[in-house]
DNA sequence: AAGCAGCCCAACCGCTTGCGA
DNA sequence: ATCGCAAGCGGTTGGGCTGCT
């Protein structure tokens, strides 16, 4: 096989040696990348120019940051995540030196696990349900509160919620564990319109037409993992051309500072406590991802 | 000490997107 | 409008390292 970029070219694969390294920085630093299909040759590489690229970007640039992530880098990159899911590239925006490919490992070694032993689904961020944490075998001590079952560096919260959600299939008030929905918050750049909610500031804080509703949002996360609650909200869920399902904020989980221990919440406090969110980051992550998604300059 | 299994992460693959001709 | 190329991106792979038996 090989590279469609290079076919006509042999090219080196694997490993980089420190001489390819040398060559390929002066060249950069020397006379920048230019076209990278052009790099190879012009550094005096045997690699493709895809090759090249990657191991710059990924390795070689002077502004990467070394070493493992730091208990907050692993908080950005959490809740970034939930908002974005699997886009590496856009999670790796925000945190400066760090890759999308290293990001995208540090998840899939790292934080994936921490999750799915936290009881929580690492594609959703909701809770599994306990079929799925039965089959999970890293599920350890869901249940337990006690500090050693929280994560090492402190940064994981888990939420019991205890919600009289209405169950439509019998009918039965049922409590259920669950994420909490997301809260009704008011953004200092408060929509006229008093039903503004949290998504509605976030998506649409410029725009005379708010276009989602929080309860659509919820309604969209949990439409996907456990239709038989809020699906009520569903009815509007297709009103509206969505940016991307996996780009809507599925469930803002508040961030807990100062006490990671596990926290019972009454769903009471979706009526107007935004808890401690950081709001800043949810909010800029979310324009800079739907402006990417809709092209939108400010 | 040797063999094995699991993990980590650098690199690759292939698809998508953007852009110019 | 379409084609081709380059870059960007996410998923996957595989080699090396580490810890366990």
Known sequence: MGHRCCSKQKVKRGLWSPEEDDKLVKH???????????????????????SCRLRWINYLRPDLKRGSFTAEEEQIIIDVHRILGNRWAQIAKHLPGRTDNE???????????????QGLDPKTHNLLSSRQRASNKLACKYSSSSPSSQSQHGSFTVFNITSHAKDT????????????????????????????????NLYGSSMDTPFVSSSTCFGNMLYESDPCIWDDANAVAETFEEPRVDSLPPVPQP?????????????????????????GLLESTLMSAAMDDFGWNF
């Open 103 to 117: 990001v995208k490992n540090f998840w899939n070694s790292c934080i994936k696990k921490k999750l799915l032993s």
């Open 28 to 50: 950069i630093t020397t006379h920048g990348h230019g076209s990278w299909s052009s790099v190879p040759k012009l550094a005096g590489l045997q690699r493709c120019g895809k």
């Open 169 to 200: 299939n019998n009918n039965n008030n049922t409590t259920m564990m669950m994420n909490p929905p997301p809260p009704v918050v008011t953004f200092p750049h408060q929509s006229p319109n008093p039903n503004t909610t949290y998504a509605q």
């Open 255 to 279: 961030q807990q500072r100062e006490n990671d221990d596990k926290i019972d919440m009454d769903c009471s406090l979706m009526e107007g406590d935004a808890g401690s969110f950081d709001l």
